[in-house]
């Protein structure tokens, strides 16, 4: 019965490489979002999508791109990896707008 | 563990004790903050939220505290036990037609047996 989850959990990949993550949500809510922890455990907003419509778009380099095939589903690719990208990307959703957000278990990107 | 090299601001308590922990937030225009616990290898999770127009409130356990006067937000923890420790981090809520989460810097609590 998990509510928010994402695959891989680990992801360990070479500089230019391009890999995606998947996030799905049961909780039948609207709005789902992209975050970055970094190292310094800083947790930062990336993207967000309403009934899959992006609505919030952090100044993020254009090698991310999300994308939402449904409202319970939104993913994550990026192209050409680089180091600083590595880090703990956590997936939300939440009812609707910023409130109550539901995380999921987070997968930890390593570029080499 | 995750906390070697992790230089977060560090709140040690005892098994038993009360646990205060602090936010500034940024934003006056903010309306709405969320507490959130982070565990080892896992997402945050809610804990308790408060608005802008109440400055207490209560869960099972904790407390939230909000002075707007300061922008200052606490999270109390009474008889802290070892699963609370944890990173706890403060988030508001700002932005309008298009509200965000952002989140403070983070403590992590220690319980020590």
């Known amino acids: 019965d998990t509510a928010v989850s994402q695959t891989p959990k680990y992801l360990v990949t070479q500089m230019g490489n391009d890999k995606s993550i998947k996030c799905e949500q049961n909780?039948?809510?609207?709005?789902m979002y992209w975050y970055k922890q970094d190292s310094k455990k800083f947790l930062k907003i990336m993207f967000s999508y309403n009934n899959k419509e992006l609505i919030i778009n952090e100044t993020v380099p254009n090698r991310f791109s999300p994308k939402s095939p449904d409202k319970a589903h939104l993913n994550l690719h990026i192209n050409s990896l680089e180091l600083g990208d590595s880090a703990v990307y956590f997936c939300?959703?939440?009812?609707?707008?910023?409130?109550?957000?539901?995380f999921g278990p987070g997968t930890r990107l390593t570029v080499t | 563990g995750e906390s070697v090299g992790l230089h977060l601001p560090t709140l040690s308590v005892q098994e038993g004790d009360n646990s205060i922990i602090n936010c500034a937030y940024s934003n006056s225009a903010s309306d709405y903050f969320i507490w959130y616990k982070q565990e080892s290898g896992k997402g945050p999770q809610f804990i308790i939220d408060i608005r802008s127009n109440m400055d207490k409130r209560q869960g099972q356990r904790v407390t939230v505290l909000l002075n707007k006067t300061v922008k200052h937000l606490s999270l109390q923890i009474a008889a802290t036990q070892p699963g609370d420790s944890a990173v706890y981090f403060c988030?508001?809520?700002?932005?309008?037609?298009?509200?965000?989460?952002?989140f403070g810097t983070g403590t992590l609590l220690a319980v020590q047996p």
């Open positions: 988030a508001e809520v700002y932005g309008g037609a298009t509200n965000k989460l952002i």
């Open positions: 939300a959703s939440s009812l609707q707008g910023a409130e109550e957000q539901y």
């Open positions: 909780l039948g809510h609207d709005t």
